[in-house]
């Protein structure tokens, strides 16, 4: 068996349907589309979820239920790993120097930086959430954290 060899199963493929191509083919003049009306025109049809001026369904059901999605600060992630990457040893870390280092892109109330992978530099985090594991192998580099009040 070889690539030119390769062919799809029998049935596998159909023919285009071309319409508007003569009336003989079956699917010419009105193409399929029916006479008048708005799915006749081109562009016509209804958007999803209209019900021909019915009240549509996701309005005639309640509302319950609280949804914290709108109210929730946009907090943005980092981990240790990217930090080693982007920073030499020494250095400030601190929110506005993230997003030089286009660790975080967008608008964010706050950053935190989280455990994932490993540190060898001495780096003072600032002004930053910091978890658990992620000041426990800052300060074993060497580094320190102060975090955001």
Same mark, same amino acid.
Do not use: W
């Given at each position: 068996?070889?690539?030119?060899?390769?062919?799809?199963?029998?049935?596998?493929?159909?023919?285009?349907?071309?319409?508007?191509?003569?009336?003989?083919?079956?699917?010419?003049?009105?193409?399929?589309?029916?006479?008048?009306?708005?799915?006749?025109?081109?562009?016509?049809?209804?958007?999803?979820?209209?019900?021909?001026?019915?009240?549509?369904?996701?309005?005639?059901?309640?509302?319950?239920?609280?949804?914290?999605?709108?109210?929730?600060?946009?907090?943005?992630?980092?981990?240790?790993?990217?930090?080693?990457?982007?920073?030499?040893? /020494?250095?400030? !870390? =601190?929110?506005?120097? *993230?997003? %030089?280092?286009? +660790?975080? #892109? /967008?608008?964010? !109330? =706050?950053?935190?930086? *989280?455990? %994932?992978?490993? +540190?060898? #530099?001495?780096?003072? !985090?600032?002004?930053?959430?910091?978890?658990?594991?992620?000041?426990? #192998?800052?300060?074993?580099?060497?580094?320190?954290?102060?975090?955001?009040?």
């Amino acid at each position: 068996m070889n690539l030119h060899n390769l062919k799809p199963r029998p049935g596998a493929k159909h023919r285009v349907k071309r319409l508007g191509c003569g009336e003989s083919s079956g699917l010419g003049k009105t193409s399929g589309r029916g006479h008048k009306g708005q799915k006749s025109r081109s562009g016509g049809g209804v958007r999803p979820g209209f019900e021909g001026g019915q009240m549509p369904l996701h309005r005639r059901l309640p509302k319950r239920g609280f949804n914290n999605t709108r109210f929730q600060d946009k907090i943005a992630v980092v981990n240790v790993g990217s930090l080693d990457d982007r920073f030499e040893d /020494g250095a400030t !870390v =601190t929110m506005e120097s *993230l997003k %030089e280092a286009r +660790l975080v #892109k /967008g608008t964010y !109330v =706050t950053v935190k930086v *989280l455990g %994932e992978g490993d +540190l060898s #530099k001495k780096l003072t !985090v600032e002004g930053c959430k910091v978890s658990s594991s992620a000041k426990e #192998k800052i300060e074993k580099a060497g580094g320190s954290v102060v975090e955001a009040s």
